[in-house]
T-cell receptor, first 120, second 114 residues
Framework: GAVVSQHPSWVICKSGTSVKIECRSL??????MFWYRQFPKQSLMLMAT?????????EQGVEKDKFLINHASLTLSTLTVTSAHPEDSSFYICSARSILGPRSSYNEQFFGPGTRLTVL | AQKVTQAQTEISVVEKEDVTLDCVYETRDTTYYLFWYKQPPSGELVFLIR??????QNEISGRYSWNFQKSTSSFNFTITASQVVDSAVYFCALIKAAGNKLTFGGGTRVLVKP
């Protein structure tokens, strides 16, 4: 149990285009989802936290107009990178947590497999 | 504020050697959870262990063992008799019990040579 999927697993796009990444909790309802970005040979950096049905909370330094997050249902969150540029090329990882679901008492997050974005 | 420090950026060992990864954390909270994750070249984070702040018992799982010492705010991880498949980046992470934000250390890249 507690499986999180991401789609696509990798994407290559031209500079200036927008890219949407989906994060789904497959076997539990995710009240909260998180989006991380990881540059090569670096750690994961939290970009934003989203609760179902409400606006995402962005970390300092993350442009909310560039990285649009929608958490419309308890099993789906999307991250849209708008007008992508080469510096947005990175590995994007989502995670999900439920206050009612598996291992909720441990405040544990379940991670998706990641999406590698390359902007040419 | 929370902070997790993994002082070793890269460790290279020969197969069958033991390797210990250090993790030191800072938090003002009395109740928190510590995690270790493995990130192989594929990129997917693999959960290894969770430990809550009130449980200082060491844990062993196969070739993996963990040493949690609250007095020194450390949660070290040892791989015994390393194998090539252990080559990956390992992350230590911390979250307070009632919090949202999982704080990661910088990661330690382990390279196990045959």
């Amino acid at each position: 149990g507690a499986v999180v999927s991401q789609h696509p697993s990798w994407v290559i796009c031209k500079s200036g285009t927008s890219v949407k990444i989906e994060c789904r909790s497959l076997d539990f309802q995710a009240t909260t989802m998180f989006w991380y970005r990881q540059f090569p040979k670096q750690s994961l950096m939290l970009m934003a936290t989203s609760n179902e049905g409400s606006k995402a909370t962005y970390e300092q330094g993350v442009e909310k107009d560039k990285f649009l997050i929608n958490h419309a249902s308890l099993t789906l969150s999307t991250l849209t990178v708008t007008s992508a540029h080469p510096e947005d090329s990175s590995f994007y990882i989502c995670s999900a947590r439920s206050i009612l679901g598996p291992r909720s008492s441990y405040n544990e997050q379940f991670f998706g497999p990641g999406t590698r974005l390359t902007v040419l | 504020a929370q902070k997790v420090t993994q002082a070793q950026t890269e460790i290279s060992v020969v197969e069958k050697e033991d390797v210990t990864l250090d993790c030191v954390y800072e938090t003002r909270d009395t109740t928190y959870y510590l995690f270790w994750y493995k990130q192989p070249p594929s990129g997917e984070l693999v959960f290894l262990i969770r430990r809550n702040s009130f449980d200082e018992q060491n844990e062993i799982s196969g070739r993996y063992s963990w040493n949690f010492q609250k007095s020194t705010s450390s949660f070290n991880f040892t791989i015994t008799a390393s194998q090539v498949v252990d080559s990956a980046v390992y992350f230590c992470a911390l979250i307070k019990a009632a919090g949202n934000k999982l704080t990661f250390g910088g990661g330690t890249r382990v390279l196990v040579k045959p």
